[in-house]
């Protein structure tokens, strides 16, 4: 819950205004697991706040470690399942959650597309991702690049990023959280209420291309996302980047590559190229290092910041495309 929200759930209690901030301080500074823990609240209080509420705290029910250190995590939310994958390194440790149980965009590209939509998350089931996580000590980076399309559940998204970033909650700073879209209608939203970073998932410049494998790009295609990322800075205080899955035979070429610097021309950005994560019966292939480099150069030269982004978790189903509850069940990582 936001402030606000504490704030009208102290009243319903009778408690005075400022109980909210001390509840919000029990919740989110000192991460208390029990409605009863915050003894600084009347016990007849806490026994009516115990009795109509609870905090929400629920521990995955499954993980599985990856060669490379990266640890998938299996979280109950809104009567289904979601993956958040812990992917730490030398200089820092990155939480990538959920959004959405499944999703509805249904890139060809990706197995969570291919689960289709179960629910939206509540905001408090996007932090539980992160409050339960066994290592939520060491984060130092949250990326909404998990299951579902953030800005297709946009209300609980931003609650979940106000509660994250705000004084009374967890403080975070916006810098070192990411949330990542196709391009969905909650865009607008996100760029006007929050800081934190922008990444998009472009993936083809063309639109022809682009809507070969996101089917999205019909109902918002990319052209109108960049008009209006254009409204907004993002020369400092937030990051922009755009995400391109490199394919073989379809946008890998050096002609694309000159075609997407042209289309980003003008924008303060960086682009991160992502190896393609195999998933069964598409017609997609991955293409190799050689050919991501000289990619990645292409782009630097004409003034793009690119970088090959390290794939993590291939062996646990783990990496950029691969999160799924059917995947999970079929491989023996759930039951
Ligand atoms: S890539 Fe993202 S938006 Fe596309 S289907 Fe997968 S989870 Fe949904």
């Not at 009516?48 to 490379?68: I, M, N």
């Not at 996100?190 to 800081?195: G, I, Q, R, V």
């Amino acid at each position: 819950m936001t402030l606000e929200e504490l704030g009208e759930v102290s009243s319903e209690a009778g408690l005075p205004s400022y109980s909210a901030k001390q509840i919000a301080d029990w919740l989110y500074k000192k991460k208390v697991a029990s409605i009863f823990e915050m003894t600084n609240i009347a016990t007849s209080k806490r026994a009516y706040l115990e009795k109509h509420f609870e905090t929400g705290l629920t521990p995955p029910v499954q993980s599985a470690k990856s060669a490379d250190g990266t640890v998938k995590y299996l979280f109950p939310a809104s009567g289904s399942f979601v993956e958040a994958v812990y992917i730490p390194s030398a200089e820092r440790a990155t939480l990538c959650v959920s959004s959405q149980a499944g999703c509805k965009m249904s890139c060809l590209f990706c197995m969570t597309g291919r689960q289709g939509f179960t629910a939206n998350l509540t905001a408090g089931e996007i932090i539980n991702q992160i409050q339960s996580l066994p290592e939520a000590e060491t984060l130092t980076n949250i990326v909404f690049m998990g299951m579902g399309e953030p800005f297709d559940n946009t209300h609980e998204v931003l609650k979940a990023l106000d509660i994250l970033t705000a004084a009374y909650g967890y403080a975070w700073s916006p810098k070192r959280i990411t949330v990542s879209t196709v391009g969905a209608k909650g865009l607008k939203r996100f760029l006007n209420e929050s800081s934190c970073n922008l990444a998009v998932s472009l993936h083809a410049a063309n639109s022809a291309e682009r809507f070969s494998i996101m089917p999205v790009e019909k109902a918002f295609p990319i052209h109108k996302v960049i008009e209006l990322i254009k409204q907004y800075d993002f020369s400092h205080q937030r990051r922009l980047s755009f995400e391109y899955i490199v394919f073989k035979d379809l946008n890998d070429s050096y002609q694309h590559a000159i075609a997407l610097a042209e289309f980003l021309k003008g924008i303060y950005c960086r682009v991160n190229l992502i190896r393609y994560h195999a998933i069964p019966d598409t017609p997609l292939a991955c293409v190799d290092m050689k050919k991501m480099e000289a990619f990645r150069d292409t782009l630097n030269t004409r003034g793009i910041i690119c970088t090959i982004r390290l794939s993590r978790g291939e062996d646990i189903f783990a990496a950029c495309g691969m999160l799924s509850h059917a995947d999970a069940v079929k491989t023996g990582i759930r039951n």
